[in-house]
């Protein structure tokens, strides 16, 4: 079975920055174990990078989202912690927006059986990445374990969790975590 490991925005400004949260920080070291085991089991994995220049505040989702984050080059723009280190070995994939389109071709293309979505903002990069991959890979089973995701705001992420089950979406994880 091919298998793929996708960590998503696992940012420094989405960890400890302007939309950092305790629940991201706290997912540091189950994502460094479960990034090391994907690695040593000789799986694909794959970084996401949330990507933005200055004119982020002109953009329509600086518009809608006014919170300046991930400006390329910045310390905030840095995968977080243990895991940069890790993201050295795997593919690294930039992204101006919620979605990757290149990630979900990638998935599809390399024809995977299986792919494991981690990371954060539940609610919006890694919500909207599982839709993306099952939409370019219908028939690729897309998971989302909620120990491995975290998002700024608890009862919306909750609210991704149950859309993305309800788009044949495996969630899997204990609800009472």
């Not at 079975?1 to 400890?16: G, P």
Request: with cysteine.
């Amino acid at each position: 079975m091919r298998r793929a490991l996708v960590i998503i925005d696992y940012q420094n400004d989405f960890v400890t920055g302007s939309l950092g949260s305790d629940d991201a920080k706290a997912l540091e070291s189950v994502l460094r174990i479960h990034v090391s085991d994907s690695l040593a089991r000789g799986e694909d994995v794959y970084f996401t990078k949330d990507t933005h220049g200055d004119d982020y505040a002109s953009t329509d989702e600086g518009r809608h989202i006014p919170v300046a984050r991930c400006l390329k080059g910045t310390e905030g723009w840095e995968i977080h912690g243990s895991l940069r280190g890790l993201s050295e070995r795997c593919t690294v994939l930039e992204k101006g927006t919620f979605g990757s389109t290149e990630l979900a071709e990638i998935i599809r293309d390399k024809g995977y059986d299986e792919v494991e979505v981690c990371g954060v903002a539940t609610n919006i990069c890694v919500l909207a990445n599982a839709v993306l991959i099952k939409a370019y890979a219908p028939e690729c089973r897309v998971i989302v374990d909620r120990r491995h995701v975290a998002s700024y705001d608890r009862s919306l992420g909750e609210s991704a969790l149950k859309v993305m089950a309800s788009m044949c979406i495996d969630v899997t994880g204990d609800e009472n975590r």
